[in-house]
């Protein structure tokens, strides 16, 4: 295991390819500061350039929260165009998680208001302690989600309702997140880092290429219509013909044992 520890954000590298990414500002409910945003992105700049780690968890510190959102007491002291900006660097921030070229799993320890649902929503998958509750909240607030959230959730849960949780600011507790499927799942908290790592290691112990390159395909194919979709799955398919991993899973097939992947 090697841990890196920034001043709001540690990452623990696994030797088994899983990565736990964790928001550490529990005597501010891991809202997102400048600081705090910084350290994000250089978490994930790292990540994607780490060839060992296959999959990634990202969660919260403590009980109380993933993370309730903007630093609003950051954010009394800015000017507007100084807000304009720090909600730009919100976006950035939840777009390089987004770009992360492994699975993400978010498991949500706690509360996910605003900018803390848009971070999750930018992951693959979605776990909910018993505890959490999560709600886009910006319009309490006089404003709307400006960090993706307008846009990722209608994808994730259809326009409709999405428009009517984005309208009512509604929090909503980990049972209603799941049944709307903006979790997959929700368990005791006890219960949710073992969770999200028994779902990591599924994924893990697949060819990394191939993760890389299905997230690539979904992605990018749910945004346009069902022919250049496939286009996009075929080019993405094709991506995996020559790697070496490739024929490791045929000649672990044939050999009846488990395959080898080194992500090549």
């Known amino acids: 295991m090697v841990e890196t520890v920034l001043t709001n954000v540690q990452v623990e590298k696994r030797s088994d390819g899983i990565a736990i990414v964790t928001l550490n500002r529990t005597d501010a409910a891991n809202a997102l500061s400048k600081q705090m945003l910084h350290d994000l992105k250089t978490a994930a700049n790292d990540l994607r350039n780490n060839p060992e780690v296959r999959v990634i ?13 903007a630093d609003l007491k950051e954010r009394k002291t800015m000017t507007e165009n100084e807000v304009r900006q720090a909600v730009r660097f919100i976006g950035e921030a939840v777009n390089e998680v987004a770009k992360l070229p492994q699975p993400v799993i978010a498991a949500l320890n706690g509360v996910a208001f605003g900018g803390g649902l848009e971070l999750a929503l930018a992951c693959d998958i979605r776990i909910g302690a018993l505890e959490s509750k999560v709600g886009l909240t910006e319009t309490s607030l006089g404003i709307i989600p400006g960090a993706g959230g307008t846009q990722r959730l209608p994808r994730l849960i259809g326009v409709g309702k999405a428009k009517e949780l984005i309208y009512s ?46 997230k690539i395909a979904i992605n990018n194919g749910i ?35 488990a395959p080898q992947y080194t992500g090549k």
């Open 169 to 214: 600011a509604k929090r909503l507790s980990a049972e209603e997140a799941e049944a709307l499927g903006i979790l997959e799942y929700v368990v005791p908290r006890e219960d949710l880092l073992e969770k999200a790592l028994e779902i990591a290691t599924s994924m893990a112990k697949n060819a990394p290429l191939a993760l890389v390159q299905a």
């Open 223 to 257: 945004e346009v219509d069902l022919n250049t979709g496939l286009k996009i799955e075929e080019l993405a398919y094709n991506e995996l013909l020559p790697t070496e991993d490739r024929l490791e899973g045929l000649h672990a097939f044939e050999e009846k044992r």
């Open 57 to 69: 968890i990202l969660t919260g510190a403590g009980e109380k929260a993933f993370c309730a959102g």
